[in-house]
């Protein structure tokens, strides 16, 4: 028998009694819509929580601090983060990226506004194109010249000195173009504030620090609103920003730096941190358990990710087998209908086979009338789905229970659909199996015995 | 002419020694008690017996829808008490068409679907036997009915249905079991008129259950059962064109 026909039979069998199948598909609808939703819930809830990980700082970064605590009374050296330590890092596998952080703190100043303690992160390449860029381009990265890329939050920092003319007390941003204007930066923090009140100690006037005219580069992405961890720094060049200093600061110690035993500046550069960055997100762990065996502490989102995709998974199961008991349902009302549908069409059957049609046949009709039942069930299931779906997602209650994150707490993936489409045909299908051998095996005899 | 013809084919269906034994409860019914006989190729074969008497069981087996107790049925040379049921299918599919005394037709579909439903079975596509099945039911006078459902037809019209169904797959051999049980004296004539015409110009063989000893008298040969065993075999020559 040819496919088509079969189709067409099985079709026309269900659509002969319109009501029974309705209610049927119906259970499979509320069951399809049951599982999907939950899932959907489940799905979005923990995509919400990888998103906001995410927004605390890259998956697959790991932080390098040097462990300045405990080696400090042990007589020996701590483990410092050099450029020898970076090259190390970079060697290792799985390690897409690695880059120093050089963080010193300067004084920004344009006409009267002055940011005071602006901390300037010198970079390299890897850690600078993490970083989007709002309004201007990169700083060059060549070493030939200190450019900032100013974070979106910094000009909050600025003042003109007078009371009530900070941004944290009047929600104004203070009137400063750094795009634009000429902007100074002073390295010499200690040595401006000293000329500030009037000199040292003795009362000997201190002539202030020089300042130097400073490029702006660029601006990081992100209005007044929105933070993202590069929005309080300023960053930089790496190479430019060692030069400047070494020119500033000339043979006197670099403030920032640490000393050795006999307090004297290192003649090489110590980093505060370093970022390594991971080519994937499960070869995480290895790579920072190979930074600490180095002597180095160092944190990842991972471990928290990991616990927190745990606890997701298991939410999702939950929530999944709420739904899965409602299908299950549906589907002894699958089974029941085919069964009852069995009695009903004894006769027929049995005349069919009388006629030579094929047992095969007449099982396969069975099971695609059952799968026909959870398909329709499904696809009308997933339409609700979607519908509710975009009802949780648009109620203001739904959202205040979040806590106010934002967005969609109902997500339906493209593969949820597609798998729960299917399982509705499977199960449809599993439901009408036993019914579908039963029909293959009725007598032909009973059929053709006047009743 | 005839004669050497005949003389010289193989049986189309054989049957050796067949028993049917229901067990009842305690008891055992003898329904086939050692039944033989044979037939050839074109003959149309009446079964005849009181009620009871084992017609239908006998029909049943040889069309592969009941396993004997014990005995050989042999059609086309091949034994089919030996087949499993999906096999038994398959000979059915390709050999036999069957026409039933309460019609059996589906309800759910009309009298050309009806027609066509077994050349499906065989993957015939649907153009090619919906024409079949308008020829057939055109030969068995159906011109007009062809879009009826099959309950909204009359049992002398259900019948022609049920008939044309069977001949529409064109098969060697066609029982009927009863096949005019419900109809008036005048539409049985007709029915029967029509289906010794067929089977004859297709060289079809027929095999016919009836109570009736005055129907059986239009077959050419007559197997006479009572209680489960062939009291005689009679046969006569009929000519086509002849009034019934
Ligand atoms: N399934 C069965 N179980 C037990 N006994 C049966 C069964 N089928 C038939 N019989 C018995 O076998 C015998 C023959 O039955 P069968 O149906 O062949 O009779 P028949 O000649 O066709 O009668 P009728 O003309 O009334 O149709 C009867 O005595 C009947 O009671
Ligand atoms: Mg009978």
Not at chain 1, 1 to 22: E, I, P, Q, Y
Not at chain 1, 29 to 54: D, F, N, W
Not at chain 1, 305 to 327: D, F, H, W
Request: with cysteine.
């Amino acid at each position: 028998m040819r496919f088509l026909d079969l189709l067409v039979m099985s079709v026309n069998n269900l659509r002969r009694r319109k009501l029974r199948t309705a209610l049927t598909v119906l259970g499979v609808v509320i069951g399809t819509a049951s599982i999907v939703v939950m899932m959907s819930l489940g799905i979005g809830m923990s995509e919400m929580q990888m998103e906001l990980m995410e927004s605390y700082g890259s998956m697959t970064a790991i932080n390098v601090y040097s462990d300045m605590y405990s080696t400090q009374n042990s007589s020996k050296e701590p483990a410092h983060l050099t450029d020898e330590t970076i090259e190390a890092i970079r060697r290792m596998d799985h390690v897409e990226g690695v880059s120093p952080l050089l963080n010193v703190n300067v004084i920004l100043k344009q006409g009267q506004y002055v940011a005071s303690y602006v901390s300037l992160v010198g970079v390299n390449q890897d850690y600078m194109k993490q970083i989007t860029v709002g309004e201007g381009t990169y700083p060059v990265m060549d070493g030939s010249e200190v450019q900032l890329l100013v974070g979106n939050w910094v000009i909050q920092n600025f003042s003109n000195g007078k009371q009530n003319s900070s941004y944290y007390e009047t929600g104004e941003l203070p009137p400063v173009d750094l795009m634009n204007d000429p902007l100074y930066i002073i390295y010499d923090v200690d040595g401006y504030y000293t000329s500030m009140n009037g000199g040292n100690g003795d009362g000997t006037p201190v002539k202030p620090p020089k300042k130097y005219l400073v490029p702006v580069a660029g601006i990081v992405e992100g209005g007044i609103e929105d933070a993202n961890q590069y929005s309080w720094s300023v960053y930089t060049d790496l190479e430019a920003l060692k030069k400047q200093l070494k020119q500033v600061f000339k043979k006197n110690p670099i403030p920032g730096q640490p000393t050795n035993k006999k307090g004297k500046p290192y003649n090489y550069f110590i980093y505060n941190n370093a970022v390594v960055y991971v080519d994937d997100i499960d070869n995480v762990k290895a790579v920072q358990e190979a930074i600490t065996d180095m002597g180095f502490q160092a944190n990842s989102n991972s471990e928290w990710m990991e616990q927190s995709k745990k606890q997701s998974q298991m939410i999702q199961m939950v929530l999944g087998g709420i739904g899965a008991v409602s299908l299950f349902v549906a589907a002894i009302g699958i089974a029941n209908t085919m069964m009852m549908s069995i009695y009903e069409r004894t006769k027929e059957i049995g005349v069919m086979k009388v006629l030579g049609c094929d047992m095969g046949n007449i099982r396969n009709m069975f099971l695609i009338e059952s799968g026909f039942i959870g398909l329709l069930g499904g696809v009308i299931g997933l339409i609700l789905s979607y519908g509710i779906s975009y009802l949780i997602n648009h109620f203001p209650v739904a959202a205040s229970m979040m806590g106010g994150m934002e967005g969609d707490i109902s997500r339906i993936p493209l593969w949820l659909s597609g798998s729960a489409l299917g399982f509705a045909v499977v199960v449809g299908m599993v439901a009408g199996f036993l019914p579908a051998i039963r029909a293959m095996k009725l007598s032909p005899l009973a059929a053709i015995r006047n009743e | 002419m005839a004669e050497t013809e005949k003389g010289k084919e193989k049986p189309i269906i054989q049957v050796k020694n067949l028993y049917k034994i229901y067990r009842v409860g305690e008891s055992k019914v003898y329904a086939l008690n050692g039944v033989d006989f044979s037939l050839n190729k074109g003959e149309f074969c009446a079964v005849v017996g009181p009620s009871g008497s084992g017609k239908s069981t006998l029909l049943n087996m040889m069309a592969g829808l009941e396993k004997p107790t014990k005995g050989e049925i042999i059609i086309a040379g091949t034994h089919i008490e030996k087949m499993t049921e999906s096999q038994l299918v398959t000979f059915r599919r390709q050999n036999v068409g069957f026409i039933f005394q309460s019609y059996n037709l589906i309800k759910t579909l009309n009298a050309v679907e009806n027609v066509a439903l077994p050349l499906s079975f065989r993957g015939v596509g649907k153009k090619e036997r919906t024409e079949k099945a308008k020829q057939y039911l055109k030969l068995v006078g159906l011109e007009k009915q062809m879009d009826r459902m099959a309950n909204e037809m009359s049992g002398g019209q259900q019948q022609r249905v049920g008939i044309a169904r069977a001949l529409a797959v064109n098969p060697r051999i066609i029982f009927a079991d009863e096949p005019t049980g419900n109809l008036d004296s005048k539409t049985t004539k007709e029915v029967l008129k029509l289906m010794r015409r067929i089977v004859r110009e297709q060289n079809q063989t027929l095999i016919m259950v009836t109570h009736d000893n005055y129907l059986a008298g239009f077959a050419d040969k007559q197997i006479h059962i009572v209680d489960g065993k062939v009291m005689k075999i009679e046969e006569q020559n009929h000519d086509d064109e002849e009034e019934l």
